[in-house]
């Protein structure tokens, strides 16, 4: 038995009602776990592109990319390997911020390179992209003063180079 | 021309050869049942006496034929008493198609009188859903539906139509039958290596399952296991793949498999498997099953490759093309050892006779074997009834076999029964027991309205066989809620319903009984009085092994 990873899955699906729900509804049929779920319009009016991340060992993750390819509306589905994909995630989280630590907080954005999008007299808005273990680093170093509360977005994932998921031809 | 929606999908389903359709009206589907009326002459609809009999006998009518099977329900009510007959149709990869109305879709989300989330409810339970949500759409849609249900793993399709949907008009034109989609072909290069796993082989075991049925490779397999010299082992789905009175035919192996079946899968050396999903019912501890053997996994559906358990060889695609691959390419191949060895182990289990002349549950399978055909529709429901027929009916053709596999679902056999005479005009017989025809015993008033050569044997034994089974192996005879204490006369049942009713106590009177049922051609139900302390025998407890076989 290997043991659980997580990975990442693009999935291009056609824009039908319910396309979703049915896809969703897998992940409880057939118990997968999963982490992060996002969706999207794409430059192809037709369809949506969905990344999604679960966890578990490559029995499982094989049982996903099949019984998602399956699906009537999944036009194609990929596993993205790490070394070859552009991963980022969202974040936007809110800290309290008050007196001494607001500066701390304002070098932290700094040095995370995020964007501070609100301010009030007891906190701040901080948007961070990136990978999401750099999302993780920066909620661990400002947790001591206080997380308000935040909010991700999960990953979306697109492969580098000039190589397409998905063409119509 | 312009037509209305209800018009349109009638004249699509004709166009898809759909001759028959099951079903129960209400208030979001009474347009579409106008329409029938208007072409009663070119389309047959059965009513039935619950949504649910309906979805079984589409499915019952699909496994017999190999058409596509079409039920019909409203919305709300109509539409849940559906989903069990969609999730039993959708275990076994029944190709069937539902349609429902559903409000207009001005009120969806709105509670209205009658209104479900029918497309959500059904999407665990069926193979693909449409709502259709514009009437130009809705010729292709059904269309869509047809070719998706055939094609590749088949599968039952619903198609929920708003009552708007129904009315709306569009310009319509016929555009023919939905042709199945080719199965992708394997990959030859995968089945020569098929062929050299075989000249390895020494002991052979060929491991049929419900794929071979719905792909029509009966023939097929049975080249196969002549050629290879090997014997056929069957999922219960697949026990209708070969002439059981072949004599390379084993039967079904597994929870209640017959002792050679389940024995010669444990020595073989090599499975070859073919449209078979290793269910846990069906090999016990998948870590001991077939332990000492390669596999070679044929399927449609590379899903199931690797799902329940890691096959030596993969070969998705088309079963047909796969099989006659290796079946014309094969040297033939002999075995004498092996079949010995198999051979010695056939009839090891002895049934015993009855004391004092009352009835045995074999006893009358037997006696109904003997006055069947082969072509006479074997129907079951859920039990330790169903583990019989398993066991001891003597199949002759392929689709023949009517019986709940992955779902198991009690009240499944009346409904079933109904479509399989429906669908062929032959002799139905259903083999049910007392607590799933109570399940579902209301669809007697169909196969009467409907005047079926319907015989409904009864294997009474005054209980839940299977569940009070389970309680005197595993649960220390704590036999709760697994005793009907009823007083339900199946005889007078039968008589108030319209139909012929029969009692059997003991062997000369059930003779007696089926030689007048088998006479007659109108629905005859058959109360045979059976002990209750018989249990299924062999039995591989959950989970275990041809190690822990209980032979008696
Ligand atoms: C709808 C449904 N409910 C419950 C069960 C669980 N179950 C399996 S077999 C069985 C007993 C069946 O009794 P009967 O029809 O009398 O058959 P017998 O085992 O006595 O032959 C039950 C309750 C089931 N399979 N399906
Ligand atoms: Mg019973």
């Known amino acids: 038995m290997s043991s659980d990873q997580q990975f990442a899955v693009s999935i291009i699906v056609s824009n039908q009602s319910g396309a979703l729900t049915r896809i969703s509804s897998l992940f409880s049929q057939r118990n997968f776990n999963i982490d992060s779920f996002t969706c999207g319009v794409t430059n192809n009016p037709e369809v949506s592109r969905m990344t999604i991340t679960a966890t578990g060992d490559a029995n499982k993750k094989e049982q996903l990319l099949k019984q998602i390819s399956k699906l009537y509306d999944v036009k194609k589905v990929e596993l993205m390997t790490p070394e070859n994909t552009i991963l980022r995630e969202l974040l936007i989280a809110k800290v309290n911020a008050t007196g001494e630590s607001l500066q701390t907080i304002l070098d932290a954005a700094n040095v995370f390179r995020s964007k501070v999008v609100d301010m009030s007299p007891e906190s701040v808005c901080i948007e961070m992209t990136g990978e999401s273990s750099k999302l993780n680093a920066f909620l661990t170093y400002i947790a001591p003063y206080g997380i308000l509360e935040y909010c991700r977005t999960g990953l979306v994932a697109v492969e580098r180079g000039s190589k397409c998921l998905y063409v119509v031809d | ?552």
Not at chain 2, 233 to 259: I, K, P
Not at chain 2, 475 to 501: M, Q, W
């Open chain 2, 1 to 552: 021309m312009e037509r209305s929606g209800c018009q349109i999908l009638i004249e699509t389903l004709i166009e898809q050869g759909v001759t028959t359709i099951f079903g129960y009206p209400g208030g979001q589907v009474l347009n579409i049942y106008d329409e029938l009326y208007k072409n009663n002459h070119r389309i047959n609809h059965v009513l039935t006496a619950h949504e649910q009999g309906a979805a079984h006998a589409a499915d019952g009518y699909s496994r017999a034929s190999g058409k596509v099977g079409v039920c019909i329900a409203t919305s709300g009510p109509g539409a849940t008493n559906l989903i069990t007959g969609l999730a039993t149709a959708n275990s076994d990869s029944i190709p069937m198609v539902a349609i429902t109305g559903n409000v207009p879709m001005e009120l969806i989300g709105s509670d209205s009188f009658q209104e479900v989330d029918t497309f959500g409810l059904s999407i665990p339970v069926t193979k693909h859903s449409f709502r259709v949500d514009n009437v130009e759409n809705l010729a292709e849609t059904v269309q869509e539906a047809f070719r998706l249900a055939k094609s590749g793993r088949p599968g039952p399709v619903l198609i929920d139509i708003p009552k708007n949907i129904q009315l709306d008009k569009t310009e319509y034109s016929p555009t023919g039958i939905a042709e199945k989609t080719p199965d992708p072909k394997p990959d030859t290069a995968l089945l020569d290596q098929a062929l050299e796993m075989i000249y390895e082989s020494k002991r052979p075991i060929v491991y049929c399952g419900g794929g071979v049925i719905n792909a029509n490779c009966s023939e097929a397999a049975t080249t196969l296991v002549e050629k290879t010299d090997a014997f056929m082992v069957c999922s219960m789905m697949g026990l209708t793949a070969m002439d059981n009175s072949h004599a390379r035919y084993l039967g079904m192996s597994g929870m209640h498999g017959r002792f050679a079946a389940t024995k010669a899968i444990s020595e073989c050396d090599l499975v070859i498997a073919a449209g078979v999903r290793f269910t846990d019912r069906a090999t016990g501890n998948k870590k001991k099953f077939a332990s000492n053997a390669k596999i070679i996994h044929l399927d449609i559906d590379s899903a199931e490759q690797g799902k329940n358990i890691d096959a030596t060889l993969q070969i998705p695609g088309d079963l047909g093309f796969a099989l006659n691959y290796i079946t014309s390419k094969l040297e033939p191949q002999k075995h004498p050892q092996w079949e010995e060895t198999v051979n010695s182990y056939k009839n090891k289990t002895k049934d015993y006779t009855a004391p004092n002349g009352c009835l045995l549950p074999w006893e009358v399978i037997n006696a109904v074997n003997e006055r069947a055909t082969p072509e006479t529709n074997i129907a079951t429901d859920v039990g330790q009834h169903q583990m019989w027929v398993a066991q001891y009916y003597n199949f002759k053709n392929p689709r023949t076999f009517q019986t709940s596999g992955g779902l198991g679902t009690m009240g499944y056999g009346m409904g079933a029964a109904i479509g399989a005479a429906v669908a062929t005009g032959n002799k139905t017989v259903l083999f049910t027991g007392d607590g799933s025809f109570g399940m579902n015993l209301n669809e007697l008033a169909t196969a009467v309205s409907q005047n079926l050569p319907l015989i409904i044997v009864i294997l009474n034994n005054g209980v839940l066989g299977m569940i009070r089974q389970w309680q005197n192996l595993f649960f220390d005879n704590h036999f709760i809620a697994s005793t009907l204490e009823r007083k339900t006369d199946f005889v007078k049942l039968a008589d108030a319903f319209g139909a012929t009713g029969l009692r059997a106590s003991n062997p000369e009177e059930l003779n007696e009984a089926l030689d007048k049922a088998f006479a007659l051609s109108s629905p005859v139900v058959i109360d045979c009085l059976i002990p209750d302390e018989e249990n299924v025998f062999p039995m591989v407890p959950p989970n275990g092994s041809f190690d822990n076989i209980i032979l008696k």
